[in-house]
T-cell receptor, first 114, second 116 residues
Framework: KNQVEQSPQSLIILEGKNCTLQCNYTVSPFSNLRWYKQDTGRGPVSLTIMTFSENTKSNGRYTATLDADTKQSSLHITASQLSDSASYIC?????????????FGRGTQLTVWP | EADIYQTPRYLVIGTGKKITLECSQTMGHDKMYWYQQDPGMELHLIHYSYGVNSTEKGDLSSESTVSRIRTEHFPLTLESARPSHTSQYLC???????????????FGDGTRLSIL
């Protein structure tokens, strides 16, 4: 069964600290993996998208890594800011059908305290 | 920044009413989607469209219907709302690209629907 599991479910860190969010997936065959940031009451916003051949991609203070062999991805946030408080969602796309389904994780709720 | 708009942002309405949730995008994207999201849960695809006059049901069974008469407009309708329809509804769009879902999806800010 194609699934996306994220950990931890929630995380609290102090402003200025770094953190790493995890995503494990069983989606096969794999097409690409995306990380989204969803602020409370807003729609998700794309942070990164990685295909099979990419193992790291950065977007400012956000760096995503991908290990397609172990089917794991991480999102590292450097020097956290209060505005980083949000839910971070891992999404994996397959290429096993003409549709190319998206499989969503439940997200990690990050809270940054001053 | 993506330009995709949903109205209303919040709606509280009684059981049995007909509801239409609006979604419009100004990017000229052919593909549009509707998702349902409950607190702490993953997004579930309920409808999608490849372009004008194209509509398909998604993974999650839904009593809602959609239409795509114009490229920029993808409204979702509930003919008779029930408390089980209470949820957040997110609209998204994406460009045509290699592979059906290989382009990033741009989301609206959602409609939070409460059926009393």
């Amino acid at each position: 069964k194609n699934q996306v599991e994220q950990s931890p479910q929630s995380l609290i860190i102090l402003e200025g600290k770094n953190c790493t969010l995890q995503c494990n997936y069983t989606v096969s065959p794999f097409s690409n993996l995306r990380w989204y940031k969803q602020d409370t009451g807003r729609g998700p916003v794309s942070l990164t998208i990685m295909t099979f051949s990419e193992n790291t991609k950065s977007n400012g203070r956000y760096t995503a890594t991908l290990d397609a062999d172990t089917k794991q991805s991480s999102l590292h946030i450097t020097a956290s800011q209060l505005s980083d408080s949000a839910s971070y969602i891992c999404v994996v796309s397959d290429r096993g059908s003409t549709l190319g389904r998206l499989y969503f994780g439940r997200g990690t709720q990050l809270t940054v305290w001053p | 920044e993506a330009d995709i708009y949903q109205t209303p942002r919040y709606l509280v309405i009684g059981t049995g009413k007909k509801i239409t949730l609006e979604c419009s995008q100004t990017m000229g994207h052919d593909k549009m989607y509707w998702y349902q999201q409950d607190p702490g849960m993953e997004l579930h695809l309920i409808h999608y469209s490849y372009g004008v006059n194209s509509t398909e049901k998604g993974d999650l069974s839904s009593e809602s219907t959609v239409s795509r008469i114009r490229t920029e407009h993808f409204p979702l309708t509930l003919e008779s709302a029930r408390p089980s329809h209470t949820s957040q509804y997110l609209c998204a769009s994406s460009e045509q690209g290699q592979g059906e879902f290989n382009q990033p999806q741009h989301f609206g800010d959602g409609t939070r629907l409460s059926i009393l």
